[in-house]
């Protein structure tokens, strides 16, 4: 019997499945779909399967959470810091991949303390490494990066485009790109800043 361990946190009980029972359902999927698992193309496929899980849902493990960096902000500066980047991630509605490219800015606090800019990227890997919804995905970047600043940061702001597999694969097969963004503080005050922002995206 496998035991249960009650995530007091969230109120939900989390069953870990042993490596035996994960191979087992994926050969299940396979026999659902039509396909013979015995087959020689196929034999490995179950354990590739789960060594793939462990890497592009790391955002799962705690332990795999990256450090961020953050330094004094000794020049005081309060300029847009911007940077920008691929990602990938898969919806959590069908498993299926999405990705595409993010544009991030942040203003500093004075007094504050400044983000090591190439940590951006490990953030939003790790966060991308989940099964995810766009919109929850740009601001669960922004909520961990606002953190590591203590939330002290002046405002942040993201725009995330997406290609959606399960919209250009299936169904409508409309070209599914879809574009959230998320602002807080001074970006969501402030419209110049917004516009800023904007054509520092239209730049690239
Ligand atoms: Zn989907």
Not at 8 to 23: A, F, G, R
Not at 84 to 94: D, F, K
């Given at each position: 019997?496998?035991?249960?361990?009650?995530?007091?946190?969230?109120?939900?009980?989390?069953?870990?499945p042993?490596?035996?029972?994960i191979?087992?359902?994926?050969?299940?999927?396979?026999?659902?779909?039509?396909?013979?698992?015995?087959?020689?193309?196929?034999?490995?496929?179950?354990?590739?399967?789960?060594?793939?899980?462990?890497?592009?849902?790391?955002?799962?493990d705690?332990?795999?959470?990256?450090?961020?960096?953050?330094?004094?902000?000794?020049?005081?500066?309060?300029?847009?810091?911007?940077?920008?980047?691929?990602?990938?991630?898969m919806?959590?509605?069908?498993?299926?991949?999405?990705?595409g490219?993010?544009?991030?800015?942040?203003?500093p606090?004075?007094?504050?303390?400044i983000?090591g800019?190439?940590?951006i990227a490990?953030?939003?890997g790790?966060?991308?490494?989940?099964?995810?919804?766009q919109?929850r995905?740009?601001?669960?970047?922004?909520?961990?990066?606002?953190?590591a600043?203590?939330?002290?940061?002046?405002?942040?702001?993201?725009?995330?485009?997406?290609?959606?597999?399960?919209?250009?694969?299936?169904?409508?097969?409309?070209k599914?790109?879809?574009?959230?963004?998320?602002?807080?503080?001074?970006?969501?005050?402030?419209?110049?800043?917004?516009?800023?922002?904007?054509?520092?995206?239209?730049?690239?």
């Amino acid at each position: 019997m496998e035991s249960i361990t009650p995530n007091t946190q969230d109120n939900k009980c989390t069953v870990k499945p042993s490596e035996q029972e994960i191979l087992n359902a994926i050969r299940t999927m396979m026999l659902a779909i039509g396909e013979d698992p015995d087959r020689e193309g196929l034999q490995n496929t179950p354990d590739r399967i789960i060594r793939m899980w462990q890497e592009i849902f790391r955002g799962y493990d705690a332990t795999k959470k990256p450090r961020i960096t953050t330094f004094k902000n000794s020049a005081h500066s309060t300029e847009m810091v911007f940077d920008c980047g691929e990602y990938y991630s898969m919806c959590e509605h069908h498993i299926l991949p999405f990705f595409g490219k993010y544009y991030f800015a942040y203003i500093p606090s004075a007094e504050g303390r400044i983000l090591g800019i190439s940590k951006i990227a490990r953030v939003v890997g790790y966060c991308a490494a989940r099964l995810q919804l766009q919109e929850r995905l740009a601001r669960e970047i922004i909520d961990m990066l606002s953190a590591a600043l203590d939330d002290k940061a002046e405002g942040f702001a993201i725009v995330m485009k997406g290609k959606h597999m399960c919209k250009t694969m299936r169904g409508v097969k409309n070209k599914g790109d879809m574009t959230v963004s998320y602002f807080t503080g001074c970006f969501k005050k402030n419209r110049q800043l917004r516009n800023e922002f904007f054509q520092m995206i239209n730049m690239q």
